[in-house]
């Protein structure tokens, strides 16, 4: 049986663990088209240019906007954040389907531009673990803490609008969910 390409989008709070989730599924599935995002964030350590994010100045991001370049774009905890059009037409064209993780924002978005998305929410087994996580990873100060945890509140709120939930309280759990999740759309 022939997979059908889709768009798929993963999103969820800050510190859900999507990209955890997410790299054990490309590890799985290697045939999924990458795509990778532009912010105006500058880079954490480690991070690079053109491989985990496209860091754009503000200005560069804003020509971007005017020239109609993004799929979809969106200020997330006081940067912006935005998928290439072009990458996501050139993955499913070729007959790839594309696993995008983006902001809840970003996801309903693109729900608008590609109404057969499939969006999937991952979430948190609780805001404690969320809380925990987040706090583990040493990457935010107390204030930008603050600002997640209040985001994903809302967040959380936008869940039922999603195609499929899936709860990481188990890395491998939630990594078999997400493949039968994406094996089930692309065979319909």
């Not at 990458?34 to 100045?57: I, M, N, Q």
Request: proline letters at 5%.
């Amino acid at each position: 049986m022939s997979r059908t390409p889709r768009l798929f989008v993963v999103s969820g709070p800050s510190g859900a663990g999507k990209g955890t989730l997410l790299a054990g599924v490309r590890e799985q599935r290697p045939d999924l088209g990458l795509t990778v995002s532009a912010t105006t964030r500058e880079p954490r350590p480690g991070e690079r240019d053109g491989v985990d994010y496209h860091f754009l100045s503000e200005d560069e991001f804003e020509c971007r906007v005017a020239a109609g370049d993004f799929l979809e774009w969106a200020n997330v905890h006081g940067h912006r954040y935005g998928t290439l059009r072009s990458e996501v037409d050139k993955n499913l064209a070729a007959g790839r389907s594309v696993i995008l993780e983006i902001d809840v924002q970003g996801a309903l978005n693109i729900r608008k531009a590609y109404p057969a998305a499939v969006l999937v929410f991952i979430e948190p087994p609780s805001m404690e673990v969320l809380e925990r996580r987040l706090r583990g990873r040493g990457t935010e100060d107390e204030a930008n803490l603050e600002l997640r945890l209040k985001d994903a509140a809302g967040e959380m709120a936008l869940a039922p609008r999603y195609d499929e939930r899936i709860v990481n309280d188990d890395l491998q759990e939630a990594t078999a969910r997400l493949l039968a999740a994406l094996d089930s759309h692309e065979m319909n």
